[in-house]
């Protein structure tokens, strides 16, 4: 089992930047893909930006390319998500998800975090 903590959530003006983290403990010796979804009001789980093992293979929706950034450090752990020039739809909770291998279907991923709230205001 992996368990996954998001952090860095928060209110945010449009066009500003905000960094979140996701923190994986428990059986984390597995090379696993990381993923970062989005889940707004009424709306389906949104796939946003993952990250192969090595880093070596990135994907990014095409809403956020060129804004929003994925990394991971596998000493600590942590993937994260950097997101500049920060837009009102950008409003979601956002979820970090681990899974074997690079997708950006939620069905891939077999592990999820509990999620962080970003708030955009105009």
């Known amino acids: 089992q992996v368990q996954l903590v998001e952090s860095g959530g928060k209110l945010v003006q449009a066009g500003g930047s905000l960094g979140l983290s996701c923190a994986a403990s428990?059986?984390?010796?597995?090379?696993?893909?990381m993923g970062w979804f989005r889940q707004a009001p009424g709306k389906g789980r949104e796939f946003v930006a993952s990250?192969?093992?090595?880093?070596?293979?990135?994907y990014y929706e095409d809403s956020v390319k060129g804004r929003f950034t994925i990394s991971r450090d596998n000493a600590k752990n942590t993937v994260y998500l950097q997101m500049n020039s920060l837009k009102p739809e950008d409003t979601a909770v956002y979820y970090c998800?681990?899974?074997?291998?690079?997708?950006?279907?939620?069905?891939?991923?077999?592990?999820w975090g509990q999620g962080t709230q970003v708030s955009v205001s105009s």
């Open positions: 998800a681990a899974g074997t291998y690079i997708s950006g279907s939620p069905l891939d991923y077999a592990y």
């Open positions: 428990g059986r984390t010796s597995g090379s696993y893909a």
């Open positions: 990250i192969n093992w090595s880093g070596g293979s990135i």
